[in-house]
């Protein structure tokens, strides 16, 4: 549901990854966080809510 | 429309007199013709403030969470809309049962009041409202206007779900039969239709214009902790910073910390001074909600789970 708001105000589709991983699933936890590194690589840096903290 | 008005009124001195409730909240003449206020009434003589007509948009519902901890009753006047916030309220434990009285009132939709008071004569004042079916004419002293309802109504009641209220202890005059002048979803689907950069621009033009108010947080009758996270100091989850950034983590927030419990009531949109469309992030959800989970509105049935708060096996999972 939160992906699918934040794609309809404009972030773009797989810029926030939610994925269930048990505590005992190593394997998926590496694969799964190797998936978005690239994924966010790919997207390039985030151009929405990044004003600067005065 | 001067016949609901009177039933309202009898009705509300009866309670008042027979000390069933210390309190009816309902709806009051306004300042201006198009406008009306809420009222307060605590005596049978003061049941003569009480009105009902086409200009009765506020949602009273949220009025009930500030005597919960008072004693003695309550009675409130509730449109269809308005109805399923009460069930809401009461579904979150907000509110209990045997405090309140609901009066219903069938509601043959609300006119936009910024349309009519632009077509008005400003020192008229008014005499009388008329349902026509498909229009309202309003009667006043310099004159009468007839208004479609199609051009002048609230989006809301463009595509009114229930016109009749789904919990009432009494209802005024007849109830009416569901009649929609356009598509519940039609508006959001055509943002959803737009490129990821349209999309962007589109909320960011929106989101850039909020004063950070909190109006639209302060009507809604969904919004009821009593230490919102908008407010929190410690931790600061959200910056007070009124820019671009923050207001857009605000409107997310706002919109997720709702998500299947609001009621479709528009309040939030109709009270924004900035005339953000703020019902539009709702309806997101509402659309999403029935498309992946087939769930009611919030609010339309007592006793329905939040549909954010219930599992079931055959939930599509799409993070597993
Ligand atoms: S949405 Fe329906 S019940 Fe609510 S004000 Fe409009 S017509 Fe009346
Ligand atoms: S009512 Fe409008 S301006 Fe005020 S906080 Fe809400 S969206 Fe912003
Ligand atoms: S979020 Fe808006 S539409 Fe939903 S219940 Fe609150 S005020 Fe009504």
Redesign the pocket.
């Known amino acids: 549901m939160l992906k699918r708001l934040l794609e309809y105000v404009g972030f773009e589709p797989g810029r926030l990854t939610a994925r269930w991983i048990s505590a005992s699933e190593g394997a998926k936890f590496a694969s799964t966080m190797d998936e978005v590194t690239d994924k966010i690589k790919s997207l390039g840096p985030n151009t929405k809510m990044r004003d600067e903290i005065l | 429309m001067m016949n609901l008005t009177k039933q309202i009124r009898e009705q509300a001195k009866k309670l008042l007199e027979e000390k069933k409730v210390d309190l009816v909240i309902g709806f009051g003449q306004g300042t201006e013709l198009a406008r009306t206020t809420p009222v307060f009434i605590d005596s049978p003589e003061g049941v003569s403030a009480l009105t009902w007509g086409p200009f ?2 506020n949602n009273l519902a949220k009025y009930l969470v500030d005597y919960k901890n008072a004693p003695g009753n309550v009675a409130i006047v509730v ?4 109805s399923r916030s009460v069930i809401r309220l009461l579904d979150d434990n907000q509110i209990s049962r045997d405090k309140i009285v609901v009066i219903g009132v069938p ?4 006119l936009e009041w910024q349309k009519v008071a632009d077509e008005v004569k400003p020192d008229a004042t008014l005499k009388e409202t008329v349902d026509n079916g498909d229009s309202f004419v309003v009667k006043t002293s310099t004159g009468d206007h007839t208004f479609n309802k199609k051009d002048y ?2 989006h ?2 463009l ?5 009749n209220p789904v919990i009432a202890d009494f209802t005024i005059g007849e109830e009416l039969p569901v009649k929609n002048y356009a598509e519940r979803f039609a508006e959001v689907e055509e943002l959803e239709q737009l490129g990821l950069e349209e999309k962007s621009a589109y909320w960011d033009k929106q989101f850039s214009r909020c004063l950070r108010c909190y109006a639209c947080r302060n009507v809604c009758s969904v919004c009821t902790c009593e230490l919102c996270v908008f407010d929190q100091m410690k931790p600061m989850w959200v910056s007070k910073r009124t820019n671009l950034s923050e207001n857009t983590v605000f409107h997310i927030t706002r919109a997720f910390h709702v998500a299947g419990r609001c009621v479709d ?2 309040e939030c949109d109709r009270v924004c001074p900035m005339d953000i469309p703020i019902r539009k992030l709702n309806q997101k959800i509402h659309k999403d909600l029935k498309d992946l989970f087939d769930s009611p509105t919030p609010g339309s049935k007592e006793g329905l789970l939040s549909a954010l708060g219930e599992f079931s096996l055959g939930d599509p999972e799409e993070f597993m």
Request: charged letters at 20%; glycine letters at 14%.
């Open positions: 009765c948009a449109k269809g809309c308005d509601c043959a939709g609300q109504m609230l809301r009641c595509v009114c779900e229930n016109p009531c528009g």
